[in-house]
């Protein structure tokens, strides 16, 4: 790419990598969403998934600690609170989007603490996490700050996620599903920032390419995880050693 | 584990891993020794390793660079060497083990630019091999040396892979194969120095569980290679978006 893109044309060169390599594609997301999964491969999903909530805050506080304000750091540190939860002034403390996710592990009949432990999850998984981790600690804070666009794709996903869930599996329920409702407002605010953020900064065609590079990278890490997934658990025979075993 | 082991049972430890995580075991490479793959498969396999062997002298640079004395360093600095080369006297260049998987994806009819370009691998060799790099880069040195350690069972598996690739595919000769030969003899090398440097420091059993974690890790880190492989190139539909295609 050698012309400087628009601000439109940008967010437009954005949205089409969504559109070709957002995972909503994967075969593996069809078939969630879709009820052809049984108990054991929506439970190694929802086991495999916890490591990516549980590092979000990490992946976050390494941005808060590179921004050089304390306006965008208090932009930023939200999504840590989104994911972590808060303290009340009355001292109760309020879940975050971690505990909402054990909240649907446990509603799978998976152990809590084999859980946190993430000691069952497959290596691509972990990889692929880390790689998402060091990407946002490591390189600039533009491209740190665009791999978070993916979440520009997320609503629609979640929203098809949740009701083809509910429809689809009687071992589902709303409260089980309670880490999704609050990602429907979450992310859109999230996305203006940053998506904002991604316009006013990317000012030659190299940086704009580096956003879109980061961009497809970050889809890479949501399709890998995928990816193992279903190597491991749809065809039969193909768990790796050490990994969770239903 | 809580007991301390002697140095045998911490050998005998670290082959029982190998025993059971090492990637001989997975269903790709016995397909790819048994003769059971395409050419297509081969050809990718050999692209998404190709990005493995070039980043295992930075692996390898990160641990020199760590190493306290003159002589460690030297010892592991014959690693480097034997994957990026030599300059002789004479001045003539002496391959190594990169230039030397780079004639095996040129017999594979794969474009050499393309190739070192690593743009068409999957984001799961990615993500393992950067995992591996950074794990040797970030961990205590005891385990970023036993992170090595798998190349305990290399030199079965470079004999089966190189007698059953010959015998199975006629687009493979003993030239396009020249990566394998010297890694016989370097591999026992390498692992004469890491195996006695681990069973000298791993003192405690909390340093015997890092050294036998760290084996695991990194039996995760080729087996998550092959998972990648394997779900995009054996079952037809799964090549992810921006890898390579036949």
């Known amino acids: 790419m050698t012309a400087l893109l628009s601000s439109e044309e940008l967010e437009a060169a954005l949205r089409r990598i969504g559109v070709e390599r957002y995972h909503n594609l994967h075969p593996f997301h069809r078939a969630l969403h879709g009820g052809q999964l049984q108990k054991f491969q929506v439970q190694a999903w929802a086991l495999n998934r916890y490591y990516y ?17 304390p306006a ?10 989104d994911h972590d939860g808060h303290i009340q002034p009355e001292g109760v403390e309020q879940d975050g989007g971690i505990a909402r996710w054990l909240k649907l592990t446990d509603g799978l009949g998976l152990d809590r603490d084999y859980v946190i432990s993430t000691r069952g999850i497959l290596p691509g ?7 998402y981790v060091n990407f946002v600690r490591d390189r600039p804070i533009l491209e740190a700050i665009a791999s978070s666009l993916t979440e520009m794709f997320s609503p629609t996903i979640i929203s098809e996620r949740v009701s083809g869930m509910l429809r689809h599996y009687d071992f589902i329920g709303p409260e089980t599903l309670a880490y999704f409702t609050p990602r429907l407002t979450q992310a ?3 996305v203006e920032f940053a998506l ?38 749809v ?12």
Do not use: M, N
Not at 53 to 69: C, G, T
């Open 72 to 81: 965008l750091r208090r932009l930023w540190r939200s999504r840590i609170e």
């Open 125 to 131: 998984t972990r990889h692929a996490v880390d790689a």
């Open 188 to 190: 859109p605010k999230d």
């Open 53 to 69: 909530q549980s590092r979000i805050p990490a992946k976050d506080a390494y941005l808060v600690a590179r921004l050089p304000d």
């Open 235 to 246: 065809s039969p025979g193909h768990i790796p050693p050490g990994a969770w075993r239903p």
């Open 196 to 233: 904002a953020y991604v316009k006013e900064h990317a000012r030659t065609p190299e940086q704009q390419e580096a956003v879109l590079e980061a961009l497809r990278f970050k889809c890479g890490v949501l399709w890998a995880q995928l990816d193992a997934l279903a190597y491991a658990y």
